[in-house]
């Protein structure tokens, strides 16, 4: 518990925990002044008695592909180093005029095309629970020899800095985005809740895109009901983004669950893989044996074309990449090379400059697919797929299956070194997994961290929703989370001074003044 | 306006070499060898023998064209199709750019209710099938005017399918001599508008103005049913009629609203279709019939010279690459029976609704005129052809009691007649619609002659602020009313003239004439000639 503080004190607190933990290389932008501005703006609503509302006054951090209006959003590219927006993304407005305090852009991978915050032009994410008590005390035991330093653990991707500055208390809330996973993944790896809300029901206007037809806002918080308190506020139509849906949306409350007898819990048996760790899988099934125990009806269903699932989203991911990065060309924004010679030679260089590897070989591959003669055999067939996958879950939900539980991911955070010797594209693949398919049916899911492995890092599991169920979704996931307890992260060694009275801070834990 | 249109209701306009095959064997059904497109059995087969510059040889058949368009007309809109920045021809560079239309990334795209309601009207009016559901699509391309690297279109379900297009075309050198003919509307689809690129060649630099990017186009696909360019401009000449009595477009080609491509080719009657080029951006409907005739013979002679048609601008088409527009939903439309109940009327467009307020268009209008004022066809397509003339005409004729012929008569030989002289438009005339009628009630109720009448419209043109009324008055052009000063005049100019009426007795018809002539020097112009006739006679014959 803070006490009573005000937004400018919280501020303060936040920005020092974001310099001392400046290694984890959580943030590519650090907006001190503006956030110390909003801070002073909310305490002076405070002081006359007309807090905004939950939100006033909270420091918030955003990942780094949301449009924010006068400070640089990069997207961990060359290519858009030193662009700075003329206006805010809607889900950055919406937090702004709540009274949120933005502390800062937080780091990714590049154009969010990985699942490992490692392939970015600002270098990789370290995982705050590398340096959690938790974990070293189980390193010490099994008594490593390597160096310590060295051995620092990646975060999940792509949304890996703002997990990183939510898990290491450096902001409340954070926004990620999630296009196959990439809010849930890292929230997984970091012990956050990661919220992957109902695609249509946030606005994606501002948010740079990855695959627009299965990109979403994502929200990463310190528990389920932060969670529901962010989206309540970011949730609705935006005239601005057409893929919105129209109905009002009343706002977020999760009532206590008391009774899960009548909840039936699906438990998709293709998820049941081989390189599933033995640790998850053993967590996976002793939370279906808890909604068991409790009353619930937990029953095993078949998502059948989920193996389909990565191929296809990686025709129609590279092709909707291929096309939405045609943009980069230097003209407008954003990088532009030294070369005249022609325009064409001018684009050419600007886009091999401006691009990794990874952005270069997934707009190759989408040129390919997109071809007209390719087109039919990939794209269209992806399509189809797409909707084989969608289906999968609205004939599971329509047998009665209020929510899916799943694993998040295939094991816990592996460190960097581990991680780095696959390519991005088989990372990607890999990872992906258990988050894709979600993606590619629009519907809500939330990872909720469990408990910690025998290394002592954390694992989550995966509560998948109906669409539009939102709610229903976060009501599941918070009794869960209230049953499960999971620990908090740890961290006194490295915060010295101020760690004790972060501890176990949430929302509404914070009393400001 | 008194652009160069090509004017077919005037004959001696017409380009001689616009006849290249036009109204002869060409009227022929679809290539694919389908004849029996009920559409296309309105077209009529001309007697005339057709001018081609090539005469065909011995037992072989003469060359047939094969004419399709591609229209662009810029939609109507005080906003672009998917932002919100304003359209305006002539602004001041980049001045019209919203952040989605200079694609900052992020921006998405918002459907502009106005530019589908003039879509869905403009199919309307060329009696296209309306698709309750249409598509968007990126159609790619890597153009420094087109900043995201695609263009919104409709290429998969395009918002209207399946109409027709009639016009008119001379077929004889007698204006009576009017067939129309019907281009079948393949589609209409909605798509963006790209930027413009300037470039600079001596410090060899591009310059881009994104004003235009992003403005609602209409994109109309004429099915090859033309064969000369004639006809495709007449075609042309119509849409536009059609889309500026509906407002969706003012379909200005000199200011690039109305863009046409023209695809063509040549066989034998018979034989399969040649191979298509195409002519591109054509900004006026006279360099439009021109570039199609110079091409027909260019690929008319090709062949006779054994060579072969190639097509260039096609090839690289093939290799644009489509795709779903992941940002814009279905564009659903509604009839008032599927309209969902309670929907609100903002977020929906009811085709019905737009069917019902679909103005008079052009040829419509102009069998009205026929019909209601007794006028020639060719008549009533001059006033519709001229911009504003017909509303110049329809305000005479409500304020005027004299006759429609004599307001036709005058509006399309006097009035016109000064315009074209002077090149003038019809809103710069400086002759008002009530002086033109004010001066037709004088001669209609015989206050002044006809010849008095043109020295009044001469006066009224000079535009010195004053009525006919005044005119007559100062220069005394009314028509002596005095019966018994008539009878005096007439009197003593056969008393002072008797040589001619010698000669009159004489048997000389032409005499009279001339002491007619004599009576209105007398009048200084006032008298009516037939009353002075009438005069003349009696007294003589007495």
Redesign the interface.
Known sequence: DLGQITPTELCQRCLSLIKKTKFLNAYITVSEEVALKQAEESEKRYKKGHSLGDLDGIPIAVKDN??TSGIETT?ASNM?KG?V???N?TVVQKLLDQGALLMGKTNLDEFAMGSGSTDGIFGPVKNPWSYSKQYREKRKQNSHSENEDSNWLITGGSSGGSAAAVSAFTCFAALGSDTGGSTRNPAAHCGVVGLKPSYGLVS??????L???MDVPGILTRCVDDAATVLGVLAGHD?????TI?DPVKPFTLPSLTDVSKLCIGIPKEYLTPELSSEVQSLWSKAANLFESEGAKVTEVSLPHTSYSIVCYHVLCT??VA?N?????G???GHRCDS?VS??AM?AATRREGFNDVVRGRILSG?FF???EN?ENY?VKAQKVRRLIANDFVNVFNSGVDVLLTPTTLSEAVPYTEFIKEDNRTRSAQDDIFTQAVNMAGLPAVSVPVALSSQGLPIGLQFIGRAFCDQQLLIVAKWFEKQVQFPVIQLQELMDDCSSVFENEKLASVSLK | MAAPMLRWCCPGRRFAFARVGCGSCHRRGPPTGSTSNGKRGQSSVAQQPHITAQKPRKGEPEWAAVVGLEIHAQIASNSKLFSGSQVCFAAPPNSLVSFFDASLPGTLPVLNRRCVEAAVMTGLALDCHINRKSLFDRKHYFYADLPAGYQITQQRLPIAVNGSLAYSVYVGRKPSQMVTRTVRVKQIQLEQDSGKSLHDDLRSQTLIDLNRAGIGLLELVLEPDMSCGEEAATAVRELQLILQALGTSQANMAEGQLRVDANISVHRPGEPLGIRTEVKNLNSARFLAKAIDYEIQRQINELENGGEILNETRSFDFKLGFMPEPNLPPLLLYDSGSLPSGADPQQVINIDQLRERLPELPRVTRQRLVQQYGMLPEHSCVLLNEVGLLEFFQNVIKETRAEPKKVTSWVLNTFLGFLKQQNLAVSESPVTPSALAELLDLLDRKAISAPAAKQVFEELWRNEGKTPAQIVAEKKLELLQDPEALEQLCRSTLEAHPDVVMDLKRGNPRAINKLIGLVRKATLGRADPTAIKEVLERQLSS
Not at chain 1, 204 to 209: A, K
Not at chain 1, 239 to 243: C, F, I, Q
Not at chain 1, 325 to 329: E, G, K, L, Y
């Open positions: 949301f449009s997207c858009l662009y927006p003329p206006y993304a994606r206007h501002g948010l740079i895109p695959v627009n037809s005239p601005k983004d057409s893929t129209q092709s909707e096309s990065m045609a943009r980069f060309d003209l407008e924004y005249d325009t064409e684009y040129n997109l071809l007209k087109y794209f």
